[in-house]
């Protein structure tokens, strides 16, 4: 199993698991997570021997979240409408952030970092900084839900760098 890119052994430390949730943000249990995936054999639940940390923990939130938020339910695809209105705007809005706690796109985020060796591809911050990374979509497609766009319409990047490149498009 590997942790920030570096070999660990066969299993993490609850303090590796712990510093992981707190960089994300995450809402859990670092000794629940320890405890479920000790009693699984660090296997996935495909029964393959977990690969790093990070999408152990992932993972799991991506379980808690669609509990927590989806009840287990399936989101539909949403389409935009014509002539909103302001109220229905922010509706759309809060309704993609919602879309965005969904576990198939936490694993495609996780996915498009991994392949950016979880690094800012603007200014190379990233993990080993202690930088919080986004996955930005370069273009946003009518009818896509966030976790169905292509590896070429993904790219990680530091909250900074996000928050800037969305300020130069307004």
């Known amino acids: 199993m590997k942790y920030k890119g570096k070999e660990i052994g066969k299993e993490p430390t609850l303090e590796m698991i712990v510093e ?53 339910e399936k989101v539909e695809k949403k389409t935009k409408k014509k002539n909103k209105t302001p109220k229905q705007e922010k509706k ?12 198939r796109w936490q ?13 800012c591809q603007m200014c190379g911050n990233g993990l080993t900084n202690g930088v919080q990374l ?11 839900l966030p976790w169905e766009y292509p590896d070429k319409d993904l790219i990680t990047l530091c909250v900074n760098c996000h928050h800037k490149l969305h300020e130069n498009k307004k």
């Open 20 to 72: 992981y949730i707190e960089y994300m943000g995450f809402d859990l249990d670092a000794k629940e997570i320890y405890d479920h995936y000790k009693s699984k054999g660090w296997l996935t639940i495909k029964h393959k021997p977990l690969k790093t940390v990070e999408s152990m923990v992932n993972a799991f939130n991506g379980k808690v979240i669609w509990h927590k938020y989806n009840n287990g």
């Open 92 to 103: 759309e809005k809060s309704d993609y952030y919602e879309l965005l706690k969904d576990p």
């Open 107 to 119: 694993k495609r985020r996780l996915e498009i970092m991994q392949r950016d060796n979880f690094t």
């Open 134 to 144: 986004n996955v930005h979509h370069y273009v946003y497609h009518k009818g896509y």
